[in-house]
């Protein structure tokens, strides 16, 4: 809040009454050329934006601080404060300065804020933006969210508050709002996984489910919320209604693209949550958190911008109904079939801009002319387009409508807007000529008028004499004749003096006076009138809001589906079968992202069985860098991509139908580092243990590997055991593991099986052979491993020296008591667990554990020296 100001002139008056209502966003207020802000938004924005922090009143004692910028450059100033997070009031000259009796009437006519923006340059433009607004109902918990830039409006709701969080985090919203007197942990926690997302509390009144199911109703003009489906959710209701009362609020006018609400249910998607989905790479890459290298990356191949944020939706919303399913893959299998054709398809969609942007903007009334240009080429598309699909049967590919009525519309736009229509809309030059008689003759009026001006001007100065005279025209006196006094002399009796400057003197003659009344500002009514005509466009546009969105949407499926169906037919990859007993059989697989970026060896495809009966819970070992990793992923992305209703890189593909998939990447191998403890660890994979369902898929990859040897394989070892057991039916999971120990398990479990990526021993070096092949192994061949990365030849020789007298040796020790005490009773795990309590064994698990490719030759040394050391001491 501004301090209060002793006499506030009565600008600063208005300023500050104004200000009072948007206590919490930075008021831009227009004065002039420029928007100005004041006091702390003053201090906040000029350091925000790098400009300079002057004062009004610098002399007096009360001086407020100021900073401005140029109202043509507005734009990219609030862009900057958006990206930073803050909301931005505009508060523009409601009625013309020239006539306004005293102040000048100021109102704000929007509230920009990171998650309500309209505008291209601060959106990108395959993600959508979305604000999301959070309520609780006793035990229900609803999600309503806002692409107010696509007219984008969804709703879900659900009784478990850790589903609505990782859903939060699926939204990956740019400003959240609740009622403000939400404190419940819930809240807490939302708040604490998106620490740097723009949070709004509003008025808990806006949630009251009478109010908002009201506001609802009014808004898109139907009885009930029965046709939403979400009538009987009361939560989700409110939630709806709260967001609904922000966007009028910040937005001043009715949103027509806004037209309907979309009800889902979790259950209808797969679920993998936020962490899985980083695990996996579907749409940022763990390094620098871009598209490269990421699934998303390797299958969109859309064209337009619509289609770009529906296949991110697709890959992080993947189905779970078969039929929905099928019904994608039939449209991708046709479009395979028919590459030709397909290609033609795509030709066109080229040339399609943004249709739902773009009538968002419109509807709002945020365009140009260009705007109205790339609307009539996208629309032009479109029967092109469905005479193309005519020749395709799968039904996903029908459901372009009301194409006559778009085609008028580009018609009409066609008529009116000229190709090299300027970006403003205030300065003419917009329309053509020959759509309207009346705008025709203003524009000959006034370019004819120009040449008489310069006629009269050059007839003047011949029959007066006076060089210097000339021929102008100002706001307050019309058109005149301008004479330096000086020449004052030479002026003829029937000019008659309209005003005295110091230098010279105007005047007006009957000649003027009456081409005056002619072209008085036949420039200004020109542009009037162009505005008008661009605004009764604007109203056709609008009229048909709900059918270009319908439009935009037709056109971003069939871009999806032919990527998938162009990507399918470049990488040879083959449709899934789809299947209901868990059956997951895969033929010579590869991993989409990794084939693409080896670099120097080939891709070796795997073939991977797994079933419910036998194949459940394979364990996967073999030493590091042969390539487990890849081939858990690669299975976990081949569910995903077939519920997307993608064909997959592989010969042959059986995927089971599956509700949810879960990975947990152990401490050390997960990339992103610093942020993954053992706890967190622990605590996501508590997560999947009291979440995973028989239909479930697992990958657990080297977990327990950030806490001690035992601790660690002890964890991954009841890990795996309870996996087994889970709801007495298991599920299935794929679990690489380092501790070779592991395998003993598949001599107790029915449903355990082990596997291992084979490598090949040769002269002392080992060869990756990348083929997954049964049964366990028990060598880590770190030593080898540690060859390939580079260490020294002499520390090679001495690791291996020593890993010899520990294997043929370190055996005979006795186990020293205490840690084997409290071990678990199993009895093949029992011998087992007690053979490594050896301080050789353990040596060598240190050993196994180091992970040489990211320790440099001195660390190596290091710590191969203090081996040394306690192995020499431990043998004494
Ligand atoms: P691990 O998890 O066993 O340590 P990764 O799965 O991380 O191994 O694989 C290490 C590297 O090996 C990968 O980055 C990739 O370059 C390569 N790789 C993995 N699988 C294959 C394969 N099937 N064919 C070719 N190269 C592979
Ligand atoms: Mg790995």
Request: proline share 4%; with cysteine; hydrophobic share 40%.
């Amino acid at each position: 809040m501004p301090p209060s100001v002793s006499n506030p002139t009565p600008m600063m008056q208005q300023y500050l009454s104004i200000k009072e209502k948007y206590p919490d966003t930075i008021l831009f207020y227009r004065m002039g050329d420029f928007y100005e802000m004041f006091f702390e938004d003053a201090e906040v924005a000029s350091k925000a934006l790098e400009i300079t922090l002057t004062s009004r009143n610098k002399n007096e004692k009360a001086s407020v601080p100021m900073c401005g910028v140029p109202y043509r450059a507005a734009q990219s100033y609030i862009g900057r404060l958006i990206a930073g997070g803050f909301k931005v009031a505009v508060c523009d000259q409601v009625e013309d300065p020239a006539t306004a009796k005293g102040l000048v009437r100021r109102e704000v006519v929007r509230v920009i804020t990171p998650g309500m923006v309209l505008e291209d340059t601060f959106l990108e433009e395959k993600s959508n933006n979305f604000i999301l607004s959070v309520f609780r109902l006793q035990d229900r918990y609803a999600l309503a969210y806002l692409d107010i830039s696509t007219g984008t409006f969804r709703v879900t709701e659900s009784g478990s508050d850790r589903a609505v969080v990782e859903e939060a985090l699926r939204i990956s919203p740019r400003e959240i709002i609740f009622p403000a007197t939400s404190t419940e942990a819930f809240f807490g926690e939302l708040l604490r996984v998106f620490p740097e997302t723009a949070v709004t509390r509003m008025d808990d009144r806006e949630f009251s489910h009478a109010r908002s199911r009201q506001k609802l109703i009014e808004h898109f003009n139907t009885v009930s919320l029965e046709g939403f489906g979400c009538e009987q959710l009361k939560a989700a209701v409110s939630a709806a209604g709260g967001l609904m009362a922000y966007v009028q609020e910040t937005q001043k006018q009715k949103i027509e693209h806004l037209d309907g609400i979309e009800t889902y249910h979790l259950d209808s998607f797969l679920w993998l949550d936020e962490l899985s989905c980083r695990n996996l790479e579907l749409l940022k890459n763990l390094r620098s958190g871009s598209r490269q290298g990421t699934l998303l990356g390797i299958l969109d191949k859309t064209l337009t911008p619509m289609g770009g944020r529906l296949i991110r939706q697709w890959l992080r919303y993947p189905l779970v109904n078969k039929e929905e399913i099928e019904a994608r893959l039939d449209a991708v299998e046709e479009a395979v079939e028919r590459h030709t054709e397909s290609t033609g398809l795509r030709e066109h969609l080229k040339s399609v801009y943004d249709l739902e942007r773009l009538g968002s903007k419109i509807g709002m009334g945020q365009c140009n002319a260009r705007d109205l240009l790339s609307l009539k080429q996208s629309l032009q598309q479109l029967p092109m387009l469905a005479e193309r699909l005519s020749a395709f049967s799968a039904p996903l590919f029908k459901g372009f409508a009301h194409l006559e009525a778009l085609s008028n519309l580009a018609g009409l736009i066609d008529d009116a807007i000229r190709e090299d229509a300027p970006p403003t809309i205030n300065e003419g030059g917009m329309i053509k000529p020959g759509f309207n008689p009346q705008l025709d003759q203003l524009i000959q009026i006034s370019r004819d008028g120009k040449g008489w001006l310069l006629n009269l001007e050059a007839g003047e100065k011949e029959k007066t004499g006076i060089g210097s005279l000339k021929v102008r025209y100002n706001r307050v006196f019309g058109y005149y004749i301008e004479v330096p006094k000086t020449h004052a002399e030479s002026v003829p009796p029937h000019y008659v003096r309209k005003q005295t400057l110091v230098n010279a003197e105007r005047y007006i003659t009957d000649e003027l006076k009456q081409f005056e009344n002619e072209v008085m500002g036949a420039e200004e009514k020109r542009s009037a009138m162009e505005r008008d005509i661009f605004n009764e466009i604007r109203a056709a546009v609008i009229h048909l809001t709900r059918e270009i969105q319908q439009a935009a949407k037709t056109t971003a499926r069939i871009d999806c589906l032919l990527s998938f169906a162009e990507i399918a037919a470049l990488g040879g990859y083959c449709r899934p079968i789809l299947n209901r007993e868990g059956r997951l059989h895969i033929e010579e697989g590869r991993h989409p992202v990794v084939e693409k970026t080896i670099s120097g060896e080939r891709f070796v495809p795997n073939t991977i069985c797994m079933d419910q009966e036998n194949f459940q819970i394979l364990i996967i070992t073999g030493p590091n860098m042969a390539g487990k990793s890849t081939v858990l992923r690669q299975v976990a992305l081949f569910v995903l991509m077939a519920q997307a209703g993608s064909f997959v890189p592989a010969a042959k593909a059986d995927i089971a139908l599956t509700d949810r998939i879960f990975t947990r990447v152990g401490a050390l191998d997960n990339l992103s580092a610093g942020q993954s403890t053992f706890m967190v660890e622990m605590e996501e994979t508590a997560n999947i243990l009291n979440n995973a369902t028989p239909d479930s898929l697992v990958i657990m990859d080297e977990i327990g590997r950030g806490t001690s040897t035992f601790d660690g394989l002890s964890i991954a070892w009841a890990v795996a055991e309870y996996l087994h057991d889970l709801a007495g039916k298991g599920v299935k999971t794929l679990f690489a593991t380092h501790y070779h120990e592991l395998t003993e398990l598949a001599r107790q479990k029915p449903r355990v099986r082990n596997f291992n990526i084979a490598v090949k021993e040769w002269n002392d070096e080992i060869i990756f052979l990348r083929k997954l092949v049964e049964g366990g192994t028990n060598r880590s061949y770190g030593i080898q491993v540690a060859r390939l990365a580079g260490i020294p030849e002499d520390v090679i020789k001495r690791s291996k020296k020593i890993l010899y007298q520990i294997e043929n040796e370190g055996h005979l020790s006795p186990s020293p008591a205490g840690e084997a005490s409290g071990q678990k009773k199993a009895k093949g795990a029992a011998v087992q667990i007690e053979l490594f309590q050896s301080l050789e064994k353990s040596i060598m698990e240190r050993l196994k554990s180091l992970d040489v490719t990211r320790m440099t030759p001195l660390e190596a040394l290091n710590v191969l020296d203090d081996i040394c050391k306690k192995s020499r001491a431990g043998s004494n």
